[in-house]
């Protein structure tokens, strides 16, 4: 409840209080708006920056209602809402950005796959299943996707052997051909309510081996200029063609024949983009705020080349965090810290993220590859 006197008189509800909310809880801090926050967990990041958090499951019908009754703008942090809430939410006349219509598409990645077909989008070519099929009907090698609820490397897995098919949930899902890869990216666009969008200038990611979660991001990347201008043109067209309002991450791949193929997109602030409050103009989640708030778009110019290191919890270690080495690395020019305030770790979970800023990139992967081996997040027990 509103138990204060506020500069704004708009009421912001974000559905999810991880580190995305918490960080854009940062920027809603520095200009007075008011905020609730929905999350399951009592220790969620953002309970200590939102003005009424209130501790609710995002996919009860009833509690998404009740949570978005005092708001005027409902946004989300993660995909992972109930749907039929929104919606409900939308007929009362509340501004719901992404739109629910947005969400149920991209909830699925069957239902985004089929998008790209209907709307002649490039991507890879997939096959989708309400079961998960006999190893013998599957042709390897494959990426297997869960239709629904994966997340940060889980719910994805590439399938070369029975036994590892074996491994794999009966959930709905897709299978998708692998294609050779030359350069993964994102780009990050807004798109506001009168259909006008701006991006950013496209990112290179690189992923770990295993775990199939990136691992570094970075600016400017490796592409030739057409491939820059080519890129932000069809992460363009896909926000157009969603009637997106809000944030959208688009993830793409650049093949060995240099032709573009949409992987995914998130409807939201995005890990590729968290470079961008150190090293652009305007951060990725105060664009977010200003698309969704009716505010004029901010400058998406980046100002120092940059590269993004995840911090995760590295296998082997469940419980109380600690960050080994992190003191030694706070003389580094450049460097910042963002520590996400989970107090639990567990492998491959990100608790994260260091930002290096320069003027050389080749210098900045360097120093980035030095930081990755000098960090260890680990916990008290193994």
Not at 50 to 66: E, K, P, R, S
Request: aromatic share 8%; proline share 5%; hydrophobic share 40%.
């Amino acid at each position: 409840m509103r138990n204060a006197v506020f500069s704004s008189k708009q009421t912001l509800a974000i559905l999810g209080g991880g580190q995305l909310g918490k960080m854009m809880l940062v920027k809603c801090r520095q200009w007075d708006l008011f905020t609730k926050v929905l999350d399951p967990s009592p220790t969620a990041p953002a309970r200590l920056l939102a003005d009424d958090f209130i501790v609710g499951d995002l996919m009860d019908y009833q509690t998404v209602v009740d949570f978005g009754q005092q708001a005027d703008v409902v946004t989300i942090e993660i995909e992972n809402v109930n749907v039929e809430a929104l919606y409900s939410l939308e007929r009362q006349g509340k501004k719901v950005y992404p739109k629910p219509a947005t969400l149920e598409i991209i909830q699925s990645k069957a239902r985004q796959k089929q998008f790209y077909v209907d709307n002649q989008f490039p991507s890879s070519p997939f096959k989708m299943f309400a079961h998960k099929p006999d190893w013998k009907d599957i042709e390897t090698p494959c990426i297997w996707k869960a239709s629904r609820f994966g997340y940060d490397g889980f719910g994805v897995k590439k399938i070369e052997t029975q036994s590892e098919w074996e491994s794999i949930p009966d959930v709905p899902c897709i299978l998708e051909d692998c294609v050779s890869i030359a350069r993964e990216i994102a780009v990050i666009v807004a798109r506001n309510d009168k259909g006008e969008c701006v991006s950013y200038r496209p990112v290179e990611m690189q992923f770990h081996s295993e775990a199939n979660q990136v691992e570094f991001v970075f600016t400017p990347s490796s592409l030739n200029e057409k491939q820059l201008v080519d890129s932000q043109k069809l992460a363009e067209q896909v926000a157009h063609g969603l009637e997106h309002v809000g944030l959208l991450a688009v993830e793409l791949f650049l093949n060995e024949k240099g032709a573009l193929l949409i992987n995914e997109v998130a409807p939201r602030p995005h890990n590729s983009g968290h470079l961008t409050i150190e090293a652009a103009m305007t951060s990725q989640f105060e664009q977010h705020l200003r698309t969704i708030l009716g505010l004029p778009f901010g400058d998406c110019h980046f100002f120092h080349d940059a590269i993004m290191i995840n911090l995760v919890g590295e296998k082997g270690f469940h419980g109380p965090v600690i960050y080994q080495g992190m003191d030694d690395l706070m003389n580094v020019f450049g460097l910042h810290v963002h520590l996400y305030g989970k107090a639990e770790t567990r492998p491959m979970r990100k608790m994260g993220h260091i930002t290096l800023v320069g003027s050389n990139i080749k210098i900045l992967r360097e120093t980035a590859k030095n930081v990755k081996q000098r960090v260890n997040v680990r916990s008290k027990k193994s």
